[in-house]
């Protein structure tokens, strides 16, 4: 199986409902990053987290980094419909250089 | 400051002919990135450059893949003598010479060989 690993695949919620993304990853890394792609569009960056930090917010996105556990989450307070998306982590071994991609989560916000 | 620039942003090739995706930085970056998004995939990592160096392409297929990155003029990945498999999204990155674990995509380029 590969570096970074989404959970759920897919997840269907409601217009003001929590969303939580996992992501798990096999080797150690220096950060772990979100972002998100609307259908047949490029990538956003939402947040970066570094292999020293626990917890970080943005806005209404909180993502937790668990090292010792080898994965992160991905919490949107309040959904809207335009949350509507996939949503990938990646990985970085190093502070520069490639990052690994997961095979994402399809969130999908319901009005 | 304009984003990560792609051109273009769909391309068609008959299969044999040769498919140039051109890459325009964020201003001040000078690393770039070149990603490949198959089909219901997430993105795999193919190359990395720095003005006028690879250093890194151990994502690139060892033949009729090659990429550059000129001191002048945006970046450019050539595919000869293309093939129906290489029909993919092709994401450029780019980030800044300090702090530059964060990386901002570009659009994109879609590649359909027919």
């Known amino acids: 199986s590969q570096q970074g690993e989404e959970d759920p695949q897919a997840l269907s919620i409601q217009e003001g409902e929590n969303a939580t993304m996992n992501c798990s990853y096999k080797?150690?890394?220096?950060?772990l990053q979100w972002y998100r792609q609307n259908s047949g569009r490029g990538l956003v960056h939402l947040i970066l987290?570094?292999?020293?930090?626990r917890e970080k917010h943005s806005g209404r996105l909180r993502v937790t980094l668990d090292t010792s556990k080898k994965s992160s989450s991905l919490l949107i307070t309040a959904s809207r419909a335009a949350d509507t998306a996939s949503y990938f982590c990646?990985?970085?071994?190093?502070?520069?250089?490639?990052?690994?991609f997961g095979q994402g989560t399809i969130l999908t916000v319901h009005p | 400051n304009a984003g990560v620039m792609q051109n273009p942003r769909h391309l068609v090739r008959r299969r044999g002919q040769e498919a140039r995706l051109r890459c325009s930085p964020m201003?001040?970056?000078?690393?770039v990135y070149w990603y490949r998004q198959l089909p219901e995939e997430g993105l795999k990592f193919m190359v990395y450059?720095?003005?006028?160096?690879?250093?890194?392409e151990s994502g690139m297929p060892k033949e009729r893949f090659s990429a550059e990155f000129p001191k002048e003029g945006p970046s450019i990945l050539r595919i000869q003598q293309v093939v129906r498999g290489d029909s993919a999204a092709y994401f450029c990155?780019?980030?800044?010479?300090?702090?530059?674990?964060?990386?901002?995509f570009g659009p994109g380029t879609r590649l359909t060989v027919l």
């Open positions: 990155a780019s980030s800044p010479p300090t702090q530059s674990d964060e990386q901002f």
């Open positions: 080797t150690s890394i220096n950060n």
């Open positions: 987290i570094r292999s020293n930090e």
């Open positions: 990646a990985t970085g071994l190093t502070s520069y250089g490639k990052l690994t």
């Open positions: 201003k001040g970056h000078s690393h």
């Open positions: 450059l720095q003005k006028e160096n690879i250093i890194d």
